[in-house]
């Protein structure tokens, strides 16, 4: 990938596609909107009763919220322990910007921004993003495949790559999509290393899921617009003019496609649709998938902001003060201080009165020990603006990964990212021990 990406030939041709889709979307859509009748468009859209609109608004949830269930299955991936409470918001406001805004700003930064704001390291959101990639293309080829391949799409005649070339392009989907799934079921390998990083291959029962949403999620894209449309076109013939018109989006690299869908499917659907449905159904489909989803996803982003910093500042007060630990060590010290009295002003003719007190004395301290033993106690040391650190950490996890330790580090260090932490060390404290101010980078091995 790289390489092609150092071919000069192939940057300046990927440039001439782009230029060329800037001034020839454009173009186009001139010529179509200068013929067009408005008045229609207007009418057409007057036209959409509520019953329409809520059954499309219950169509975009339902997309979203399968497009959510890429994030669910990335955990599971990844093995982060983020409930889906916290998931599924991120998955749904990364899209609908996303969708508006290009992958880079929706689907990449706020997802880097989101995630490591509630505790992933930057490694653990690049395995969410990469199979939330994976998912969505490797569902798109295979039902392009399929409907491509079975000629499902009603073309028109003066149409350049003709029904026999989508057909090809549809055979040579299901190839990839075959490869992708007999490499995931039949490969011994299973952690491929490319340079300096390494990529764990999924399994097959993860593979198939990545199909059936991927494949789910283009499909009620379709079925959203196919509901706004007339009666006309079948909904196979929808569905591969979306998926026809979202590769010329990925080539125009266009911020929402913006112009492309309409030229596609004005292009491929006016010998059956009317120009001024065509415009008017793709409008609602704009306003209900993309405008009304942004404007939800704005303000629950700016929620899901005001929550990460108010559990950063909870975590960070926690954190100062005093450790259910340390208390029961002041415990026991009381109580061997109370046992040494006792031993000492008791009797000897009290004989089984002082026996009776030192044994409930005893049980007492038995006690607080296993109390005190209850959590793990954790020594993390790490290097924070290239300065060496240390804390005593309280967990309820036998071992604690770096990752883990980093959420705890972000919760003490209010205003620090959690990728700023470097060189974390995890030591399991089987002895405490009082005093030492020795910085724990020096001390461990």
């Not at 009418?43 to 669910?72: E, I, N, P, R």
């Not at 998955?91 to 929706?106: K, P, S």
């Not at 959101?125 to 969505?136: G, H, P």
């Not at 799934?181 to 198939?208: D, N, Y």
Request: proline share 4%.
């Amino acid at each position: 990938m790289n390489g092609a990406q150092n071919n000069p030939w192939m940057r300046w041709g990927k440039r001439a596609l782009t230029l060329f889709f800037l001034f020839a979307v454009p173009a186009l859509l001139y010529m179509l909107a200068r013929n067009l009748d408005w008045g229609e468009v207007r009418q057409a859209l007057g036209d959409y009763s509520a019953q329409t609109l809520l059954v499309g608004g219950l169509l975009t949830c339902a997309s979203y919220l399968v497009f959510s269930c890429y994030d669910l299955l990335g955990r599971q991936y990844s093995r982060h322990h983020l409930p889906a409470r916290q998931v599924m918001p991120v998955a749904m406001v990364c899209y609908a910007f996303n969708l508006n805004f290009t992958t880079w700003i929706g689907g990449v930064a706020m997802r880097y921004r989101l995630y490591m704001r509630l505790g992933l390291s930057a490694s653990t959101v690049t395995r969410i993003l990469s199979l939330s990639l994976l998912t969505n293309w490797t569902g798109y080829m295979a039902l392009a495949g399929v409907i491509f391949s079975m000629r499902l799409v009603q073309l028109p005649d003066n149409w350049g790559l003709g029904v026999t070339g989508l057909q090809l392009v549809g055979f040579a989907l299901l190839g990839v999509v075959s490869a992708y799934i007999g490499i995931c079921a039949f490969a011994r390998q299973r952690v491929w290393h490319l340079r300096e990083r390494s990529i764990t291959l999924p399994s097959l029962k993860m593979a198939l899921l990545q199909l059936c949403l991927g494949a789910s999620n283009w499909a009620l894209m379709a079925a959203l617009i196919f509901w706004l449309l007339p009666e006309g076109a079948a909904y196979t013939s929808v569905l591969g003019v979306l998926l026809i018109s979202c590769m010329a989006a990925v080539v125009a690299h266009i911020p929402a496609g913006l112009g492309v869908l309409e030229a596609v499917f004005l292009a491929l659907l006016q010998h059956q649709y009317s120009q001024a449905s065509l415009i008017a159904a793709l409008l609602a489909y704009r306003v209900l998938y993309y405008l009304l989803p942004l404007l939800l996803a704005s303000v629950t982003y700016l929620v899901l902001e005001k929550r990460a910093k108010a559990l950063r500042k909870q975590q960070a007060s926690s954190a100062s003060r005093p450790s259910p630990a340390s208390g029961c060590r002041q415990r026991l010290v009381q109580l061997h201080q109370a046992q040494r009295t006792v031993a000492c002003s008791c009797h000897p003719a009290d004989g089984g009165n002082l026996q009776a007190r030192w044994a409930g004395l005893s049980h007492i301290t038995q006690q607080n020990r296993r109390h005190r033993m209850a959590k793990p106690l954790h020594l993390i040391s790490y290097i924070l603006h290239n300065q060496p650190h240390s804390v005593e950490v309280e967990s309820d996890r036998e071992q604690l990964t770096a990752d883990q330790a980093r959420f705890y580090l972000s919760a003490l260090h209010t205003f620090e990212w959690p990728n700023e932490f470097t060189d974390v060390q995890v030591t399991r404290i089987l002895h405490p021990k009082k005093g030492g101010s020795t910085p724990a980078h020096r001390v461990q091995r």
